[in-house]
């Protein structure tokens, strides 16, 4: 929601996802690597920030891989006008 309690309705969003696997005797050590980019009206990156680490903490994949280190770099991009 943007700073009035309005509903965010995002015009873009893309994500990538990078991994990685290190295999040790102890135990395999995960990583994952989500780097988002969006275009959302009406909120700044620093709300686009707070919202993206909200969807992460709820994803049911990340809660399924609570495991894994699981990092996020969110892009808040310009709106493009017609």
Not at 46 to 68: R, T
Request: net charge negative; hydrophobic share 45%.
């Amino acid at each position: 929601m943007s700073e009035y309690g309005d509903p965010i309705s995002p015009e873009q969003v893309e994500l990538a996802v990078e991994g990685s696997l290190e295999l040790r005797r102890s135990a395999p050590r995960c990583s994952l690597g989500l780097v988002t980019e969006a275009e959302v009206p009406g909120i700044d990156a620093d709300a686009f920030s707070v919202h993206a680490q909200a969807a992460k903490s709820g994803c049911p994949v990340s809660k399924a891989l609570a495991a894994a280190d699981i990092s996020l770099e969110a892009r808040l991009l310009e709106v493009q006008l017609n």
